[in-house]
C-alpha cells in the first residue's frame, strides 16, 4: 500500500477502526510518516471533543433584539459603513462578537446583497460627514442605556431570587 493511498483510509483508522484493511494497519506500522499523520488526525479530534462552546448569557436574545431593532430603525443608506465604523472604533470591546453576530444575521435578514459587500469591503469612505458621526454616537447612546437596563433587571432577578432563597432558609 502506498502513503497516498493510505491517507484516505486515516479517518477511519480513527473513527471506525474495524472497517480498516489489515495492509493499512500494516503500513502504518512500517511507515513512521503516515503513523505521525494518524497520530496528528486523533489528537485532533480528542482535542476537539474537549472543546465546549460557550453558553450564551442569559438575556442575549433581548440584547439582540435590541440592536436589531435599533438597526432597522437607523436610516437605510449607509447603516453598512456605520457598523463597519462602530467594529472598528468602538470603545466597548466585549460587545464585538454580539455585533458581529447582529451584523452577520443583518447580512442575511436584507438578504446580503452584493451592492452592501462590495461598498462593506471598500477601504475608508471618502467623505465621512459630521452628522454621520453625530447620529452614531447618539445610537451608541441609546445603546449603552439599553444594556444598562438590561443588565439593572438582571441584578434585579439576582438578587431577588437570593432574597427569596435567604427567607426560605429563615
Ligand atoms: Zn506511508
Known amino acids: ?17 474495524a472497517r480498516v484493511p489489515a495492509e493499512a ?7 513512521s510518516s503516515c ?15 474537549s472543546w465546549q462552546s460557550p453558553a ?14 435599533e438597526e432597522k430603525m437607523s436610516p437605510a443608506p449607509g447603516w453598512l459603513e456605520r457598523m463597519r465604523m462602530r467594529l ?4 466597548d470591546l466585549h ?7 447582529a451584523f452577520a444575521l443583518l447580512l442575511v435578514v436584507s438578504g446580503g446583497s452584493y451592492a452592501g459587500f462590495v461598498s462593506f469591503n471598500r477601504t475608508v469612505p471618502q467623505n465621512p460627514t459630521v452628522s454621520a458621526t453625530v447620529t452614531d454616537l447618539e445610537l451608541l447612546d ?10 439593572a433587571f438582571d441584578d434585579a432577578s439576582v438578587d431577588g431570587i437570593s432574597a427569596t432563597n435567604a427567607n426560605t432558609s429563615n
Open 25 to 31: 494497519r500494516q503500513h502504518l506500522r512500517e511507515c
Open 95 to 101: 460587545l464585538r462578537p454580539l455585533m458581529a453576530g
Open 88 to 91: 472598528l472604533f468602538g470603545s
Open 1 to 17: 500500500m502506498t502513503c497516498e493511498k493510505l491517507k484516505t483510509f486515516l479517518p477511519d483508522m480513527v473513527l471506525d477502526p
Open 35 to 49: 503513523e505521525n499523520d494518524w497520530k496528528e488526525l486523533e489528537a485532533t479530534l480528542r482535542l476537539l471533543d
Open 142 to 151: 441609546a445603546n449603552a442605556q439599553t444594556l444598562q437596563q438590561l443588565a
Open 56 to 69: 450564551p448569557t442569559p438575556y442575549f436574545d433581548t440584547q439582540l433584539a435590541a440592536r436589531l431593532r
